[in-house]
């Protein structure tokens, strides 16, 4: 299933990209609304970030994120990264994400989140890689942990 999100910023700034939806696993129980509203409330935290940082973020319109099943993340691990094996998450710098919701459930009790949770953490994380954050050193990969994460708790905390 395809759904559209248009979150757009107030008049007096530029508009926020587009995010594209597509909802591809079935084997995994989640709640897709409660994802694609988590997202919407990151996309500009991310975006901050992107202010100081080199990514293609802060210049695209349109951003497709998609949930996929193990066989087909690991196909296209393979295909564009040489890994056997499904991962997590697959940014592309034009602006495709690609998260997997088998992994995202096997790996949600290990951080004590929901299996949607994790998936909205997914997708912050790759929204943080066209940002321009990485993770392939060690110092890299704490500042990105850190970062997905103080952004998935201001994107799911409770409005007052």
């Known amino acids: 299933m395809k759904t559209k999100n248009t979150h757009r ?3 007096t700034t530029s508009p926020l990209p587009e995010i594209a939806w ?3 696993s079935r084997a995994v129980d989640y709640d897709q609304h ?7 409330v990151a996309l500009p935290l991310c975006l901050r970030e992107a202010v100081r940082l080199p990514g293609p973020l802060t210049s695209l ?3 497709e994120i998609s949930v996929v099943g193990r066989r087909r993340m690991a196909a296209i691990h393979r295909e ?4 056997f094996g499904a991962t ?3 940014t592309f710098p034009y602006g495709e994400i690609l998260i997997c919701a088998d992994v995202a459930a096997e790996r949600s009790e290990e951080f004590e989140l929901s299996t949607t949770d994790e998936l ?3 997708a912050i994380h790759g929204l943080l890689h066209l940002a321009g954050l990485d993770d392939l050193t060690p110092r890299d990969a704490r500042r990105m942990n850190q970062t997905q994460s103080r952004i998935l708790k201001a994107a799911t905390a409770p409005t007052r």
């Not at 994802?35 to 919407?40: I, L, N, P, Y």
């Not at 564009?80 to 890994?83: A, Q, R, S």
């Open 34 to 40: 409660r994802v694609e509203s988590v997202v919407a």
């Open 22 to 24: 597509s909802h591809r």
């Open 88 to 90: 997590d998450v697959i």
């Open 80 to 83: 564009f990264l040489g890994i």
């Open 9 to 11: 910023k107030n008049a």
């Open 61 to 63: 319109t349109q951003i």
């Open 120 to 122: 909205a953490l997914y």
